[in-house]
């Protein structure tokens, strides 16, 4: 299994632009989530989805959309991008029934920089 | 609101220097609480579940355990290999709608 996959691991951004950044997992997970980490700030929920189709806000987020089509993939799109974007985006995925732990296996991660 | 509340935010240890990195937390129906080491530059790579006071779980020379207030995470003779990043993390709700609210996490430098 190749677990969660990210793509890309680093992009930069103008002030503006809007893109695409991808998670793919393997594992038949129901439960994707993306993260934003910052420095000091932890880990902070953006969006997450609960199965295709079915998708959620969390903490932080204003300024992304998301969408999912089929259990593996679960993108994340910025709009119109902005320097306080810049951060480093982590996707996860995990079961979601209490016959699991929720245990959450995290992507590599993909590093922003908006200028 | 969820509160979770990682101390101290960095540690420099010598290696065989035993310690404990604290996570206290606040949350209403906490269904578990979840300990993830991560290294720079990587994502976070899971440790321990645990959902129940008392409760204690051990990996090589990590040992997590768990109270009605805060967990700890006990590194028994450390090496440098465990330098990392230490994240806790706690769960509230369940099935396909629960919510994971993450520390800020302890920096954790083990010197040779």
């Known amino acids: 299994n190749a677990g969660v996959t990210q793509t890309p691991k680093f992009q930069v951004l103008k002030t503006g632009q809007s893109m695409t950044l991808q998670c793919a997992q393997d594992?038949?997970?129901?439960?994707m989530s993306w993260y934003r980490q910052d420095p000091g700030m932890g880990l902070r929920l953006i969006h997450y989805?609960?199965?295709?189709?079915?998708?959620d806000q969390g903490e932080v987020p204003n300024g992304y959309n998301v969408s999912r089509s089929t259990t593996e993939d679960f993108p994340l799109r910025l709009l119109s991008a902005a320097p306080s974007q810049t951060s480093v985006y982590f996707c996860?995925?995990?079961?979601?029934?209490?016959?699991?732990?929720?245990?959450?296996?995290f992507g590599p991660g993909t590093r922003l920089t908006v200028t | 609101e969820d509160q979770v509340t990682q101390s101290p935010e960095a540690l420099r240890l010598q290696e065989g220097e035993s310690s404990s990195l604290n996570c206290s937390y606040t949350?209403?129906?906490?269904?578990?609480l979840f300990w993830y080491r991560q290294d720079p530059g990587k994502g976070p790579e899971f440790l321990f579940t645990?959902?129940?006071a008392g409760e204690e779980k051990e990996k090589e020379r990590l040992k997590a355990t768990l109270t009605k207030k805060e967990s700890f995470l006990h590194i028994t003779a450390p090496k440098p290999e465990d330098s990392a990043t230490y994240l806790c993390?706690?769960?509230?709700?369940?099935?396909?709608?629960?919510?994971?609210?993450f520390g800020k996490g302890t920096l954790l430098t083990v010197n040779p």
């Open positions: 949350v209403s129906g906490l269904r578990g």
């Open positions: 645990l959902y129940s």
């Open positions: 993390a706690v769960l509230r709700g369940g099935g396909s709608n629960y919510k994971l609210t």
């Open positions: 594992m038949n997970h129901e439960y």
């Open positions: 996860a995925s995990s079961y979601a029934s209490s016959d699991y732990s929720y245990e959450q296996y």
């Open positions: 989805s609960v199965g295709a189709g079915i998708t």
